[in-house]
């Protein structure tokens, strides 16, 4: 018999803006879902960067702000402590988390704040042009790698999790992916436990999700797949990096 989930009634009826095979739409329902079974709509702040991400005022029923590229977790901080008993989200990209907002996500983390953050990881900056991003891995070609990225001159990929783990103040750090079911479910775990640690105002906690991006890849969708399956887990293993109760 085939089981038909009814739409979370977090997440709007508008039409998706992303492009086939793409993960975000995937990673969306799953926030959706957890804020629906955790009640949290009525107090819940997302804060959306520039990327690709920047469209979830369209898809989650929330209050949303817009942040400047790389500012997601800094102006979360100040929502938090302004507003302590709002539930405060961070959704952000590699580009944006990685690159230009490092700085933040690392300093947010080092104090400690009482944030959920989700990192969408897919290896490229997907809204503009498939361009390389610091966790794009060695080899993979990009716009602006059209050989592929190689490790003198351009250095080796970030990995978030592993880097975040170091700072004393980060309670819980998971690195999931979307590119099955099962790890699909291991998400959604991973999700409401982020979520439901700041609930118990437990601390700084982070869940890194591999996103496939087809078209900045360049690849189908069921390569993306493949892609994530052969290549990316083995540079970014997934785990529990991190977990203080």
Same mark, same amino acid.
């Given at each position: ?8 009634? #977090? /997440?709007?009826?508008? *039409? +998706? ?7 975000? =739409? ?6 959706? &879902? ?7 709509? @009525?107090?819940? /702040? ?19 702000? &817009?942040?400047?590229? =790389? ?5 979360? +901080? ?25 700085? @933040? ?10 944030? *959920? ?26 716009? +602006?790698?059209? *050989? ?16 975040? #783990? ?38 700084? #906690?982070?869940?890194?999700?591999? *996103?496939?991006?087809?078209? =900045? ?5 069921? &390569?993306?797949?493949?892609?994530? &399956? @052969? ?13 203080? @109760?």
């Amino acid at each position: 018999m085939n089981i038909v989930k009814s739409q979370p009634k #977090s /997440i709007t009826q508008d *039409s +998706t803006k992303y492009c086939p095979g793409c993960g975000h =739409g995937i990673i969306l329902r799953l926030i959706g &879902e957890a804020i629906d079974e955790l009640g949290i709509r @009525e107090k819940m /702040i997302l804060t959306a960067p520039v990327g690709c991400a920047v469209v979830l005022y369209d898809y989650i029923h929330c209050d949303i702000i &817009e942040c400047a590229h =790389g500012r997601a977790p800094a102006v979360g +901080t100040a929502l938090k402590r302004v507003h302590p008993d709002k539930f405060v989200l961070i959704y952000q990209g590699d580009g944006d988390l990685a690159a230009i907002g490092t700085a @933040e996500i690392i300093h947010a983390a080092n104090r400690g704040e009482n944030l *959920s953050v989700i990192f969408v990881n897919n290896a490229t900056y997907g809204m503009t042009g498939g361009q390389m991003a610091p966790t794009t891995l060695v080899g993979q070609k990009t716009t +602006t790698c059209p *050989s592929g990225r190689t490790i003198k001159g351009m250095g080796k990929p970030i990995r978030v999790c592993e880097l975040l #783990s170091t700072l004393e103040e980060t309670k819980y750090l998971e690195r999931t992916s979307i590119n099955s079911v099962r790890n699909i479910n291991k998400t959604k775990a991973a999700i409401r436990k982020v979520f439901q640690n700041q609930l118990n105002g437990i601390g700084f #906690s982070m869940a890194e999700i591999l *996103s496939m991006c087809p078209v =900045g890849w360049k690849v189908s969708p069921i &390569e993306a797949l493949q892609f994530i &399956e @052969e290549q990316m887990i083995n540079y970014f293993p997934l785990g529990v990096y991190k977990n203080i @109760e």
